[in-house]
Structures are given as structure tokens and as C-alpha cells.
T-cell receptor, first 115, second 117 residues
Framework: DGGITQSPKYLFRKEGQNVTLSCEQN?????MYWYRQDPGQGLRLIYY???????QKGDIAEGYSVSREKKESFPLTVTSAQKNPTAFYLC??????????????FGSGTQLSVL | AQKITQTQPGMFVQEKEAVTLDCTYD???????LFWYKQPSSGEMIFLIY??????QNATEGRYSLNFQKARKSANLVISASQLGDSAMYFC??????????????FGTGTQLKVEL
């Protein structure tokens, strides 16, 4: 079955440590996205990529980094510069036609907590 | 200013009853799209329904319908005949503009719906 796989489901970070969240899709989608979800704040866009080897900052990119070396993969690194990393992280993808009715497909998320 | 406002943090509804989840939006674009997603406790976001700004008819998808009032900038989700499995967090989202710039959705803060027997 086609879909988006995020791993791990739970991740713990120590102070000063970088951690990487994995996102893989087999939907053959061009665009991929990372959102952060905090209680009571909805989803906020961290980074997005419309094509391989290209990505743009979203609304809250500080303290995060991404890469897009393969169409299927869009890993997110939470760096030590991110002072409040505890949150639920959702990866998404879309075909990227640019049409207003284009929906996002989401993974099942990764819960990141600070030890 | 918030682009998407969901004023109901939590809602209760009895099984088999209908429920309306409110969503208002703010945009100066003439072309935009409105989405509703469901997030069960498992965490995955599930697409429910879409309404385009130029659509004259309200969108419907099975038990879901979207009450689109363009002049009021509201896009309320109506769930008919509620089921226990409808208990989840519901998010309203908007995509502004048409074409290019990535398919960036702006989300509201969500409404937690609980369906009771």
C-alpha cells in the first residue's frame, strides 16, 4: 500500500543533542512538508520541498534543518539550537500540481520529547 | 491576525445526532481552498472534505458537508448522524492563491469532538 512512513514513533532528545526524524513516501509525490503540532496551537509549517535538492523555510524553521536528496525521503533534523523541541511532528506529501484542491497526505507522526 | 479561527476547543454530541464545527478564515485572495482534516488519537491526519472559493455549491462527502458562507468568510463542517468513531480532533485549513509557491496549508487550532452514547 502506498503511504508515508515516519520513524520513530517516539524519540527522546538529550540537552545539546541533534536528532533526526525520518519521513519516507512511496506515493511518487514531488512535494513534501514538515509540520510541528503543539497542544492548542494547531499545525505550523517548518520546512517544505517542491522538488529534489530544493527546499524552503516555513513559518518556524529556526533550529531545524532538512535535506531532500531523494524524491522519496525528507528527513528533519532538530538541532540543539531548537530550545523547545518537545512536540508532535507530522510529515506530509502532495503531488504538487499547484491546484487549489490539492490535498496533503500525512504520516502518523513522531512525538519528540526532551530528557 | 489569525488566518484560520476555530472558536470551539471542545464539543460533545450524542450518537446519531448532527454536529457543526465552526471555522472562519481571513484572506484577501480571491482564489483559495478550504480543507477539513480529522485527527484520531493515533495522530494521523485524515482528509475529509474540500471547498474551493469559486465553488457555488457546498461540498459534500458522505456524512460530511461544508457550510460555505463566502461573505461571512466561514466554512463550517457539518457531520450528520454522528458515530462513536467520529470522536477525534478536527482541523480547518486554508490554501491561499492559485499555482506555484508550494501547497502550503495554514491550519486552525482544532476542535476536539467527543461523541457520546
Amino acid at each position: 500500500d502506498g503511504g508515508i512512513t515516519q520513524s520513530p514513533k517516539y524519540l527522546f532528545r538529550k540537552e545539546g543533542q541533534n536528532v533526526t526524524l525520518s519521513c519516507e513516501q512511496n506515493l511518487n509525490h514531488d512535494a513534501m512538508y514538515w509540520y510541528r503540532q503543539d497542544p492548542g496551537q494547531g499545525l505550523r509549517l517548518i520546512y517544505y520541498s517542491q522538488i529534489v535538492n530544493d527546499f524552503q523555510k516555513g513559518d518556524i524553521a529556526e533550529g531545524y534543518s532538512v535535506s531532500r536528496e531523494k524524491k522519496e525521503s525528507f528527513p528533519l533534523t532538530v538541532t540543539s539550537a531548537q530550545k523547545n523541541p518537545t512536540a508532535f511532528y507530522l510529515c506530509a506529501s502532495s503531488i504538487n500540481t499547484g491546484e487549489s484542491n490539492e490535498k496533503l497526505f500525512f504520516g502518523s507522526g513522531t512525538q519528540l520529547s526532551v530528557l | 491576525a489569525q488566518k484560520i479561527t476555530q472558536t470551539q476547543p471542545g464539543m460533545f454530541v450524542q450518537e446519531k445526532e448532527a454536529v457543526t464545527l465552526d471555522c472562519t478564515y481571513d484572506t484577501s485572495d480571491q482564489s483559495y481552498g478550504l480543507f477539513w482534516y480529522k485527527q484520531p488519537s493515533s495522530g494521523e491526519m485524515i482528509f475529509l472534505i474540500y471547498q474551493g472559493s469559486y465553488d457555488e455549491q457546498n461540498a459534500t462527502e458522505g456524512r460530511y458537508s461544508l457550510n460555505f458562507q463566502k461573505a461571512r468568510k466561514s466554512a463550517n463542517l457539518v457531520i450528520s448522524a454522528s458515530q462513536l468513531g467520529d470522536s477525534a480532533m478536527y482541523f480547518c485549513a486554508m490554501r491561499e492563491g492559485r499555482g506555484g509557491g508550494g501547497n502550503k496549508l495554514t491550519f486552525g487550532t482544532g476542535t476536539q469532538l467527543k461523541v457520546e452514547l
